[in-house]
């Protein structure tokens, strides 16, 4: 087996101190290194194969090098390009994302946070936040690093990485009422969500600029599929007139309205229009392939962990809310509304 490369013969190579090999070959100071010299100690790693010791690098700095990424439903399709993003911002830092999953279970939020920290992980990001987070409020008071993502929580200062919700639900009332759509539903998800009442407050508000559009906002038990089915099978079968366009507060509950939709005999665009929230990465293959508003996931987990690496490095963290803008994709289920 062949001798693994050392910091010392990349000095010699590229003719350099070691400590600037070291510099250099750290994505936390290389900025301090002159960029043709970091050029030559790269290319000469590169040349012997030398890979870092990131274990004696956080050893030094008294860091495990890796993070705690917390999610509620792993199988929800917004998750794995969330993941893409945190780990694509990590590696090339020397850092390494450890995932778990609570099912949306308070118990199991609150062990994967515990193991975590038994762990080491240097700080988390979490994507479960609720309107009252207990756990994150005590996190907080105890000093934990950790950044919000896609939702935050009242009352703990944490960072928080998300979209443009109200924007969003903003173009999705617009384009259906330039359609012609007097009648509008939104189907949000559990009101113990800030995404979900951020989604709520944004289409009542649309909804009131336009004096001619009947509006209303119910809401489902959770953000599925099989809930966004039986809340639009409650609407079909209360014997009220149902309405024309559908705002889902998801993409899994627009789906679920397609199901019920199509099971009481009715037409989507022809007669009930409906859009979606996060363009998931299988929303332009469902039949008819749907209206929504697109999310830039990937942008936002890569932001929350260069947020949470930045308060690792400085030792300290600002309570900002970064808001990444997200668009309309208009497909198939959204048209003008037919004789009701």
Do not use: W
């Not at 000095?11 to 070959?25: C, D, I, P, Y």
């Not at 945190?86 to 090339?92: A, G, V």
């Amino acid at each position: 087996m062949s001798k693994r490369a050392t910091i010392a013969e990349v000095a010699e190579l590229a003719g350099v101190h070691k400590a600037t090999v070291s510099r250099a070959l750290n994505p936390g100071t290389a900025h301090y290194v002159n960029a043709v010299t970091a050029k030559k100690v790269q290319r000469a790693a590169k040349q012997l194969g030398y890979i870092p010791n990131i274990m004696a690098r956080g050893l030094r700095m008294s860091l495990s090098m890796t993070i705690g990424v917390i999610v509620p439903d792993l199988e929800n399709p917004i998750f794995p390009p969330i993941m893409r993003g945190i780990e694509n911002y990590l590696s090339p830092r020397g850092y390494t994302a450890l995932l778990a999953n609570t099912d949306g279970r308070d118990s199991l939020e609150r062990a994967a946070f515990d193991s975590l920290l038994q762990r080491r992980v240097d700080g988390f990001v979490m994507a479960t936040g609720q309107t009252e987070h207990p756990l994150l409020a005590d996190a907080y008071a105890r000093g934990i690093r950790a950044v919000m993502l896609n939702r935050g929580t009242v009352g703990v200062p944490y960072p928080l990485v998300t979209g443009a919700d109200g924007a969003g639900i903003t173009a999705a009332v617009s384009h259906l009422v330039g359609l012609g759509h007097r009648h509008l539903l939104h189907v949000a998800g559990p009101d113990n969500f800030t995404t979900s009442l951020a989604r709520s407050d944004a289409f009542t508000t649309a909804c009131a600029t336009h004096r001619s559009v009947k509006h209303r906002v119910v809401t489902a038990q959770a953000l599925s599929v099989a809930a966004g089915e039986s809340t639009m099978d409650g609407i079909l079968t209360s014997g009220n007139a149902y309405p024309t366009a559908i705002v889902a507060g998801n993409d899994l509950l627009a789906i679920g309205i397609l199901h019920s939709l199509r099971e009481h005999g009715l037409d989507c665009p022809r007669d009930v229009s409906v859009i979606g929230f996060n363009d998931m990465p299988f929303a332009e293959d469902i039949q008819p392939p749907l209206t929504t508003i697109h999310v830039p996931h990937r942008e936002l987990g890569a932001e929350a962990a260069r947020l949470l690496l930045n308060a690792i490095q400085e030792g300290k963290q600002e309570p900002l809310t970064v808001t990444l803008p997200v668009s309309l994709i208009v497909r198939a289920s959204t048209a003008k509304p037919a004789a009701h």
